[in-house]
């Protein structure tokens, strides 16, 4: 008997170019844009550049390719696809397992990313009204938020934060947009976003960049990001964020690219596509800091700007940089009402794919798992996932004190937190160490190279590669990541 619709038969991507934004929507996300260019001003400048681009080359492009060659062999979900590898190479199907890890560990990423994604919707709404104000005030070009003052633009995170209702509304509008997309199917619905958002965010992304060296800080931003410290480069800590950061940015261990590599016809070229996706990849992530800490930079005072280019104060990062010190900087820019809301609504469409990517691998799965249709499967798993996340987002409010997991890494975090750590430092390490050591010493070799486009000395490096170089590199990752106190200091 035939299945709901949707069940059974997978779908192929209408072109390369399909794919290729596809899998670079589910890679570049909220880490390329914060996390990557204060990671690189804090380790070195471009000691940390110069080593994060090796690791790609050398870890990441390896990794991809193989989980992209394990998808379109399988033809079917992450956890399918490699376990019908697994049969194919007389090996047991209990390596699918290194697939579920980290579809699972892709799944409780969405739970709390798509909180981050409600927020980036707040703040899209409030430069919309901001920006409404100065065109009615005819204030257009100057900064944003005329008379306000930056303390209380600095804190409209932590007031949305104390304010549950909006949070989890924001929360579930973003999860909404999601689910209507995976539902859509591949073709439908996640190539369509793919291919208009990906190319928009890359026009809107080089726009800001433009705009901010032509008014920010731009002389000082290459020397912080760029200025290079050659001791830095055996520096151990440098070292493992940068191997952290290109594992991770690429998607690597959660599934997304197994699922993705199942949707590429046989006629693909999965090495130049691979190299295609890490190239766009990197290129976000070393451009987005000479997009934000020009703007950043030119709104701080000559002193404190010392201080942060001597590394006597620590640079602004992470979330708090995009959603607290980048509104207070904008209000010192021109035109910076309308350079805000094209900010976030340029990080709104590289939230929204990377989201999409990570509740399609546990719906490509599950609706074959459980014989039910792709927009059953992901209006319930979807679900799901909004629940699991609006319980974490009470973690800045009404759970603050919660701290469920009193030892080793997890000791003092709240439930948010813990999923975050839960997820990158165990499930996608262990998920990315089982998928290259599957491909490079468990399955069929002539399978492989069948797939993956690859001869000659090439074909002989990337194997050397993903048989023992990124396993080594992989398993350091996961070991420091647990014990991180070892190599500190």
Request: charged share 10%.
């Amino acid at each position: 008997m035939a299945g709901p619709a949707g069940v059974g038969h997978t779908e192929n991507w209408s072109s390369r170019f399909a794919f290729v934004m596809a899998a670079v929507g589910s890679a570049v996300g909220l880490g390329n844009l914060v996390r990557f260019p204060a990671e690189a001003g804090s380790n070195g400048g471009g000691a940390f550049v110069i080593f994060y681009i090796f690791c790609v080359v050398m870890i990441g492009l390896p990794v991809l390719l193989a989980e992209t060659v394990i998808g379109r062999y399988g033809k079917s979900s992450a956890v399918d696809s490699v376990s019908k590898l697994a049969r194919a190479s007389g090996r047991s199907p209990l390596w699918a397992a290194a697939a579920f890890v980290g579809m699972l560990g892709a799944y409780f990423i969405l739970t709390y990313y798509s909180v981050i994604g409600g927020w980036v919707v707040y703040f899209a709404g409030v430069f919309v009204d901001d920006m409404a104000s100065a065109v009615s005030g005819g204030t257009l070009t100057q900064g944003a938020f005329a008379g306000q003052n930056s303390e209380d633009v600095a804190s409209m995170l932590g007031t949305l934060h104390g304010n549950a209702e909006m949070m989890v509304a924001m929360h579930a509008l973003f999860m909404a947009i999601t689910i209507f997309v995976v539902a859509r199917g591949v073709t439908g619905g996640i190539e369509k976003v793919a291919v208009w958002l990906m190319p928009t965010f890359f026009l809107l992304f080089l726009a800001i960049t433009v705009y901010s060296m032509l008014t920010g800080a731009f002389t000082e931003t290459l020397s912080f990001l760029f200025s290079f410290e050659p001791s830095r480069l055996l520096d151990p800590n440098v070292m493992l964020s940068a191997l952290g950061q290109a594992l991770f940015s690429l998607s690597l261990g959660s599934a997304l690219m197994i699922t993705y590599g199942a949707y590429a016809s046989a006629d693909t070229d999965l090495a130049k596509t691979s190299g295609m996706i890490g190239s766009a990849d990197t290129s976000v992530a070393i451009i987005a800091g000479l997009a934000i800490f020009p703007i950043v930079f030119a709104a701080m005072t000559p002193d404190l700007l010392a201080e942060v280019l001597s590394g006597e104060k620590p640079v602004p990062q992470g979330l708090g940089l995009m959603f607290s010190t980048l509104p207070v900087s904008f209000q010192t820019m021109p035109g910076g009402s309308l350079i805000g809301l094209l900010f976030f609504v340029m990080v709104f469409f590289a939230a929204l794919t990377s989201s999409v990517a990570l509740l399609e691998a546990s719906v490509s799965w599950a609706s074959r798992q459980f014989n039910i249709s792709r927009s059953m499967t992901a209006v319930v798993l979807g679900l799901m996932a909004f629940a699991i996340g609006a319980v974490a987002s009470f973690s800045f409010n009404t759970l603050a004190d919660f701290k469920p997991l009193p030892f080793g890494i997890f000791d003092g975090l709240e439930l948010f937190s813990i999923l975050d750590t839960v997820t990158g430092k165990i499930m996608l390490p262990v998920s990315a160490l089982l998928v290259a050591i599957f491909v490079g010493w468990i399955a069929d070799k002539r399978i492989i190279n069948a797939q993956n486009g690859l001869s000659g000395g090439t074909l002989a490096l990337w194997r050397f590669l993903i048989a023992w170089l990124c396993p080594l590199v992989i398993a350091a990752i996961l070991f420091f990541g647990l014990f991180p106190n070892l190599i500190k200091g």
